[in-house]
């Protein structure tokens, strides 16, 4: 009691050698199905666990596919994490969820880590600073994991330098910011904000571009961009809109709010209300990632789909299936709007 049982327990209990309990348990051996039912209840009996360390030094270790996210609270990252445990299960491989914090140390000690491991695949999630560090960092992962066997794919990432031999895998994030900002100049709205730019950040700056050329092409002056916040999330909307509102005394100099993401758009709803105004009647408010609380808020918001889980399927499948990589192996999926309840057309002038 106490012990921890090893194989050699197994072999004695079962009435065979440590050779042939090697062989059952790694699965890739013929052995007689009389010695494959004895191994096979001594390991039940005895409750015996795998040595995983062992089973991987003879090449018979689960594969693994691992995914790094800034966080599991966030419903993007949340989804694309799905996306690659589902496609990863589908291959009976095993997904290991890696959270970062935003860390690039810590990324390096996981990313180091999946190497030493003999990972399949590591998936790196989220928009970053796109800088000459960043690419540096990129390049290094890439390399050493290639030269493990590995494969390091960028989901919502940007491509490192041509020579790296990465995988990249993202959605047409300006695509998506100009169609929902399209959508309100079609309805009428004039005078639209932005919430939740992160200057430097790619997806926040892919947003801003998306935002000001849907502006541009309706023909308003580039100083028509209003563009507010330094973050995503809660914060940016609800403590940025209840301060324009403030500053207006209540009297708001736009009628439409473009948020940076779904939970910016569903606390910018919240301050419209706490300031007497009703959404889309008074301000029409439209999101982005269409998340769950799209749908919970009242009203519905309109907003862009990212097809977060299908992000983290094609990053799998790719890794997984893709030939020998020289240099970026680049996939784009698309955006769309999900119309709802949350934009008002304004009458033509």
Known sequence: MGERVTIRDVAARAGVSVATVSRVLAGNYATSAGARTKVLRAVKDLDYVINPHARALAGAGRKTVAVLISQVTSPFYAKVAQGVEEESAKRDRLCLVCTTGGDPARELAVVQMMREQAAEAVVLVGGVAEDDEYRARMSRYAQSLAAAGSRLVLCGRPAPSPDVPAIVVEYDNEAGAHAITSYLLGAGHRDIV????EP??????ARVSGYRRALAEHGLP???????????????????????LDESGGRPDFTAIVAGDDESAAAAVRAL?????????DISVVGYNDDQVARDVTPRLTTVHIP?????????????DGAQLTGPERHLLGTHIVIRESVRPLPRA
Do not use: M
């Open 200 to 205: 430097g950040h790619t997806t926040g700056e």
């Open 194 to 197: 932005l919430l939740g730019f």
């Open 308 to 320: 977060a889980e299908e992000l983290g399927r094609t990053a799998v499948r790719l890794a997984l």
């Open 273 to 281: 209300q706490e300031h007497g105004l009703r959404v889309p009647d």
């Open 222 to 244: 580039p100083g028509a961009a209003r563009v507010y916040g330094t973050h995503f999330g809660r914060g940016a909307g609800y403590d940025i809109v209840g301060a324009l």
